[in-house]
């Protein structure tokens, strides 16, 4: 599972403070009954190894449904990147992701970070 891979949210303190840091912080959002959520797993590990210098963190949207819809996450999973005191990007929706796009996804916040720097 998801939350087996990646250290869970605790707090919305904890998002705020990941908000300010300089490097980038990736929230998935994600619930153990979810079947699109079930798929990413197999490829997940290999994108947080892809991105380690990214920091993940396991959002369950059931336990955080508030923070979820505060964020407009309604489906999942979904990604939310944020550092330098702001969001950085999103990829929310209720379709099924693939790695390739959520390897893109990834990807195009480094891209994000380096022009904006």
Known sequence: MIK????PMNSKE???????????SV???SAEWCP????IEPFLPQLIEKYASYHFYYV???AWMEFAQE????GIPSFIAVG???ELGRFV?????TKQEIDAFLASLNEDIEQKG
């Open 4 to 7: 087996d891979i990646i250290a």
């Open 14 to 24: 904890q998002f705020e403070q990941a908000k300010q840091v300089e490097s980038i």
């Open 27 to 29: 929230f998935v959002f």
């Open 36 to 39: 699109d959520c079930r798929f």
């Open 60 to 62: 369950d949207r059931d």
């Open 71 to 74: 964020q407009m996450v309604m």
């Open 84 to 86: 330098n005191g702001k």
């Open 93 to 97: 929706s209720g379709l099924r992701k």
